[in-house]
């Protein structure tokens, strides 16, 4: 792939994944509660910072334990799924200017590159 600003934001994603503990993981409920803190495959509770809570070591709303839990279980198939996108969406030079491979056909028009699939990626990921 080339090195794009999506390279890199994903790179970064992969990177803050691998530093995390190993999951899949779940939510489980505290004492009396609704989910409230995220369990490793290891049965190990993460602990909950203490700005997100009442300084229980329990998120105080358990639709964040659920979004926490599916972001850390499913971002590495989202990754994936971009990575694939880039490698058919490269730049490849034609005469004096790149084109995309993918969207760029010999008989067709001139598809400069970035193409819009690789345009429309950067705009999600927005300017950090």
Known sequence: MTDTRIETW???????HAAATEGP???YEGPGREP???????????????GC???????DNPADVVSIVDAH???PALVQ???AVL????PV????????EHCHYEDGPVVTFPCLTVRALEAVIGDD
């Open 10 to 16: 994903l790179a970064e994603r992969r990177s803050i």
């Open 93 to 100: 030079l034609r005469g004096n200017r790149y084109v995309c």
């Open 53 to 59: 809570c009442d300084g229980d070591g329990y998120l």
């Open 73 to 75: 279980n499913h971002l």
């Open 36 to 50: 409230a803190n995220i369990l490793t495959p290891q049965h190990t509770p993460i602990p909950m910072i203490n």
């Open 81 to 83: 799924g971009w990575e």
């Open 87 to 90: 490698r058919l969406h490269q």
């Open 25 to 27: 993981w779940e939510a």
